[in-house]
């Protein structure tokens, strides 16, 4: 298919799309618009700019046509579109007046936090056809009555990964509660971690899966490379040298989320000192860590303020996080299931990944053994060798600092508190920020962290200072 021509669209349709230029459809278009058409679930991999507005509002304007010929008599809510932020929703809101300019009468709503319920209520009693909002708002209208969804036809998640990082599902699972079960399901997302998966297993039926090849390497496998570290007749040298070779690897990988392995505790606190010495955005997670700051720390390299999470295999048990970018065993792990349970933290939910593992030469000959467990080849290197370079000069410009921060706030579940309640205090006339500016909000029993910029990261924590959420005031203040 290389032309709108051949797909069974209203004339309309086709006027409107030439009328703004679109002469062929986007891959993801041309993948899941016959599919839609014929009122299928559809589960979508695909990227911002990748054309995917038009790919389920088109479907949803064909469908309008047919049960509203008269778009103007009645109007009663057909689809519903839950976005992450209130800057995506807004862009959605266009795209579709964009293409629903020939659909004379149709009502079209934004309904996101950090602007006044009031004109929403009002415009939500004449009628509309399409609602466009995130989860917190959308729930609050849900909860007030102002927002009647028995008659909705179709609903579309829109960066349901994202929504997911911000911590919404329980806002998601309300309104699903409350939709009709005969409804037709889509779900975008521009990654597939299992949290995904299971989302759609919940919400839809029999989906179809559509799944763009990006630029980006699609195949999910795991680089596993070994590196030899030198010398080796010193023991006492050694500790250096890993720690040389670490930060080596990592200026040259530049890992967004890394988990180094040590075998032994007292190297966890040791490696960590030594890493934020260097500027390194990382923390150690041990057995000794207090509760809290376990929390804390895990919080905030869930959130990506923390890059490297040093972890002994048994403090790693408990680290929930979907999928990193890069494991490292700063030693060779003494069990070889061990190794294989550390690799498969990377590489997940059909991304790339990297392991990396230190060994000493004599442990050459127990990687044969690990690439048969895991079936893949590891890369052996030998030729990095830093002996003749000062750790200073390897440590210097690392580039590994993180540029998200994260605000700890003092109120969570318990206190009622919302992901909606965090973005509107930061997004709203108070606060001001950008949802861009605002990574995931994790909202804890007693507690809630918030990763946002941190270009930003005063101006976000002084509004949340002095002004209130869910009109009370809480103590907030930056989780170092
Ligand atoms: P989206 O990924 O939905 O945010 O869309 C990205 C941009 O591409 C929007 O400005 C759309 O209007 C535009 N667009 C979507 N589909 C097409 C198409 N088939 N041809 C040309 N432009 C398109």
Do not use: W
């Amino acid at each position: 298919m290389n032309s709108f021509e051949s797909l069974s669209l209203s004339k309309k349709l086709k006027s409107v799309l030439s009328e703004l230029g679109f002469q062929k459809p986007t891959p993801i278009q041309e993948q899941s618009l016959p599919i839609l058409l014929q009122g299928r679930d559809l589960i979508g991999q695909s990227a911002t700019g990748s054309g995917k507005t038009a790919a389920f509002t088109l479907p949803i304007l064909e469908r309008l046509d047919k049960d509203f010929p008269d778009l103007q008599r009645n109007p009663q809510l057909q689809a519903l579109i839950l976005c992450p932020t209130r800057e995506l929703s807004l862009q959605v809101v266009s795209e579709i007046r964009k293409l629903g300019k020939k659909h004379m009468g149709l009502k079209v709503l934004a309904l996101t936090g950090g602007v006044p319920l009031g004109p929403q209520i009002a415009a939500l009693e004449k009628g509309i056809h399409i609602a466009v909002g995130t989860p917190g708002r959308i729930c609050d209208h849900l909860r007030k009555g102002t927002l009647a969804t028995e008659s909705v036809k179709t609903l579309v998640l829109d960066e349901a990964d994202r929504m997911l990082e911000m911590g919404f599902i329980e806002e998601m699972d309300f309104i699903f509660e409350r939709l009709p079960s005969d409804r037709h399901t889509l779900l975008f997302s521009a990654t597939f971690p299992a949290s995904i998966e299971k989302l759609s297993r919940n919400i839809q039926r029999d989906p179809v899966r559509i799944t763009i090849q990006t630029e980006q390497k699609s195949n999910p496998d795991i680089e596993q490379r070994a590196y030899v570290v030198l010398p080796f007749q010193e023991e006492t040298f050694e500790f250096t040298d890993r720690l040389k070779l670490t930060l080596q690897l990592l200026k040259e990988l530049q890992p967004v989320s890394c988990i180094v392995f040590v075998n032994f505790k007292a190297d966890a606190a040791e490696l960590a000192r030594e890493l934020v010495r260097f500027k390194v955005s990382a923390a150690a997670l041990h057995g000794d860590l207090e509760q809290t700051d376990r929390e804390r720390v895990m919080a905030k390299f869930r959130n990506q303020s923390l890059r490297v999470l040093i972890a002994t295999d048994v403090a790693a048990r408990g680290i929930d996080v979907d999928s990193v970018d890069a494991v490292m065993n700063f030693d060779l792990p003494q069990k070889p299931d061990v190794y294989v349970h550390r690799i498969g933290r990377t590489g997940r939910a059909g991304r790339s990944g990297i392991s990396i593992t230190l060994i000493l030469p004599k442990q050459k000959n127990k990687l044969e053994h690990l690439e048969k467990l895991t079936g893949s080849k590891i890369h052996l290197h030998e030729e990095l060798d830093l002996r003749n370079i000062p750790l200073s000069e390897i440590g210097a410009n690392l580039n590994l600092e993180s540029n998200m921060e994260t605000l700890f706030i003092a109120a969570g579940r318990k206190n009622k508190m919302r992901p909606g309640d965090i973005l509107g205090a930061l997004t709203g006339e108070a606060g001001g920020l950008q949802g861009s500016d605002i990574g995931k909000i994790e909202i804890q029993d007693y507690f809630s962290f918030v990763a946002v910029s941190k270009t930003v990261a005063k101006r976000a924590l002084k509004s949340l200072q002095e002004g209130r959420i869910k009109g009370r005031r809480v103590r907030a203040e930056l989780a170092r």
